[in-house]
C-alpha cells in the first residue's frame, strides 16, 4: 500500500493520475470562465481550441520532419567522409 499514494481516496486512483484529472478540471473551469466572462459561445472555443491543435500538430510533424531531415544530412555526410579517407588498414 505505501506505492501507492491516493489522493482521491474515494476514486481510488494514484497520484499521476490525480494530477491528469485535476488539470484537466481546472484547465476546463478555466475555459468555461473565459468564455462566460467575455460572451464567447461554445462552437466560437471549440473552433479556437481545434485552431490550437492543429497548429500545434503541424508545429510537431514540422519539428519532426527537420529532426529527421538534419540526422539524414549528418549520416550521409559522415558516409562521404569514411569513403574518401582511406583506411590505415588497406595500406
Not at 481516496?9 to 485535476?22: D, E, H
Not at 473551469?29 to 466572462?37: D, V
Amino acid at each position: 500500500m505505501a506505492d501507492r499514494l491516493l489522493i482521491f481516496s474515494l476514486l481510488n486512483v494514484r497520484k499521476k493520475t490525480a494530477a491528469i484529472i485535476a488539470g484537466l478540471a481546472i484547465g476546463a473551469t478555466c475555459l468555461w470562465a473565459i468564455s462566460t466572462w467575455q460572451n464567447i459561445s461554445r462552437e466560437e472555443l471549440i473552433d479556437i481550441l481545434l485552431a490550437s491543435l492543429l497548429m500545434l500538430g503541424g508545429v510537431m510533424v514540422t519539428a519532426l520532419v527537420s529532426v529527421a531531415g538534419f540526422k539524414l544530412v549528418v549520416r550521409l555526410i559522415k558516409r562521404m567522409r569514411s569513403e574518401n579517407c582511406p583506411s590505415s588498414d588497406q595500406s
